[in-house]
């Protein structure tokens, strides 16, 4: 789906934006299609859009785009329906419109019909044919069940809590990490190093057999990789691994990811001619909603990326906007606390950014 305010905007019905306490609010423009809280299952489900035949592959034409290489879905009027990236699992799906607001650090808003899913398996040319994806897409398109951007919005502060069966908490509002004894307010104040099994408080066995233990001291935190871990690894179900390292799974450091990691380099990584320096993209226009951004905003670090988020899509203003868990925000957030969120300003962020990539 291309990037651009008209497809990022709604053209319906306005949504009711909920101005409460700064928790970051989602409403959908069909309310009675909102699926039912207190599932008790942390991945994220995709149920029957409604009549069986309202999605039907068959309805749709499929167009062969490039740059990157991806076929995009239309409907009988033309409207776009889907995205599939060849070699992403993420697909981008019209849907009905709803807000992402965070009134207490940012007076913007995101409003858009685009949702983002996992596929089964990495798109690829002419799998509209396959019987895998014939199932996923009729039964993903239109379902308004929790998707990629839903459940990045379910960590921001003041978001409510929700156990599963087993009484984890598997969303509800996140720290960034425990407060650092040897740090201060805008000096490493919270520790890093938190990933998404500490803030559920229990075990994790990665697809490398490694099973790792969470700290008590850590709970109900995560750094910015390990949200990006909890949103696309545990609610989503893309595979995990315990460390940075390339294989079946998303490393575990913002630097791994981005440079190890699966995907498809939707803005690739590029360094000055004879140097490890690492340089500010030219353009972000192939950002689509899902796609994950890659930063180098500590010069301790060198040409190590160190900070990643999940790019949401253009605000109301039509700037585009990135939501990250962060140490000065102390957990998720797409506002301007501590640097705005906005990556087409000369803000920390902005000039920080060095990559993108889609899952």
């Not at 807000?99 to 685009?114: I, K, L, M, W």
């Not at 087993?166 to 104040?189: C, H, M, Q, Y």
Request: hydrophobic content about 35%; charged content about 25%; aromatic content about 8%.
């Amino acid at each position: 789906m291309p990037v651009t305010r008209n497809s990022l905007l709604s053209g319906g019905l306005a949504v009711t934006l909920l101005a409460a306490g700064g928790y970051l609010t989602v409403q959908l423009r069909d309310r009675d299609r909102q699926p039912a809280a207190g599932s008790g299952a942390p991945l994220i489900t995709a149920p029957a859009p409604g009549p069986a035949d309202t999605a039907s592959p068959d309805r749709y034409r499929y167009e062969r785009l490039t740059g990157p290489d991806r076929t995009v879905v239309r409907d009988t009027r033309g409207g776009v329906a889907a995205t599939l990236t060849d070699g992403a699992r993420t697909a981008v799906l019209a849907g009905p419109s709803r807000t992402f607001a965070e009134p207490g650090t940012t007076t913007a808003t995101v409003v858009t019909d685009t949702w983002v899913r996992l596929m089964p398996q990495p798109w690829k040319p002419g799998a509209e044919q396959e019987g895998w994806f014939r199932t996923w897409f009729q039964q993903s398109l239109g379902s308004t069940a929790d998707d990629v951007l839903a459940a990045a919005a379910q960590y921001v502060a003041g978001a409510p809590a929700e156990k599963d069966a087993k009484g984890v908490r598997f969303k509800g509002d996140a720290s960034f990490g425990p407060l650092n004894p040897k740090g201060s307010p805008g000096n490493d104040e919270r520790l890093e190093q938190t990933d998404f099994f500490d803030y559920l408080g229990v075990p994790y066995t990665f697809a490398d057999k490694v099973t790792r233990q969470p700290d008590k001291t850590r709970y109900g935190a995560f750094d910015c990789s390990g949200y990006v871990r909890m949103v696309y690894g545990y609610r989503s179900g893309y595979p995990l691994l315990s460390k940075d390292a390339a294989g079946p799974g998303l490393p575990r450091t913002a630097n791994g990811l981005a440079r190890v990691g699966p995907g498809v380099p939707v803005i690739p990584l590029t360094t000055a001619p004879g140097s490890d320096t690492t340089l500010r993209p030219a353009s972000i226009d192939p950002l689509q909603p899902g796609d994950l951004v890659f930063f180098e905003i500590d010069a301790r670090t060198g040409a190590r990326l160190d900070h990643t988020g999940i790019y949401l899509g253009l605000d109301t203003d039509g700037h585009p906007r990135y939501i990250s868990s962060r140490e000065e925000a102390d957990g998720p957030t797409f506002g301007d606390k501590g640097g705005t969120a906005r990556l087409d300003d000369n803000g920390m962020y902005a000039k920080g950014l060095r990559s993108a990539k889609r899952l």
